[in-house]
Nanobody
Framework: QVELVESGGGLVQAGGSLNLSCAAS????????MAWYRQAPGKERELVAS???????NFADSVKGRFAISRNNALNPVYLQMNSLKPEDTAVYYC??????????????WGQGTLVTVSS
């Protein structure tokens, strides 16, 4: 069993910054990639940023230049630094882990989500 715990969400004014963190624990053999998704009210969940074991990163166009994703060599924990926040960034942010368990089963685990609210 794998558990992802996110923290760092909250209320911030437009133009402000927040740093989200995600820590994974449990029966993890290898992490292939970690990602942050978000889901705003009435909208589908979307990819915000991801980082793989090779250090490659990917960002949604809407956050490029404002958000950064960082991690240690183990990809755990992983951080999402969010700068120049806009009201449209308001959403529940979810951490996602892809990898392999101690039993070599594929993993696709999700955190419980952390709410980010950006006021105008």
């Amino acid at each position: 069993q794998v558990e992802l715990v996110e923290s760092g969400g909250g209320l911030v004014q437009a133009g402000g910054s927040l740093n989200l963190s995600c820590a994974a624990s449990g029966s993890i053999f290898r992490i292939v990639a970690m990602a942050w998704y978000r889901q705003a009210p009435g909208k589908e969940r979307e990819l915000v940023a991801s980082v793989n074991a090779g250090g490659g990163t990917n960002f949604a166009d809407s956050v490029k230049g404002r958000f950064a994703i960082s991690r240690n060599n183990a990809l755990n924990p992983v951080y999402l630094q969010m700068n120049s926040l806009k009201p449209e960034d308001t959403a529940v942010y979810y951490c996602n882990l892809r990898g392999y368990s101690d039993y070599r089963n594929t993993l696709d685990a999700w955190g419980q989500g952390t709410l980010v609210t950006v006021s105008s």
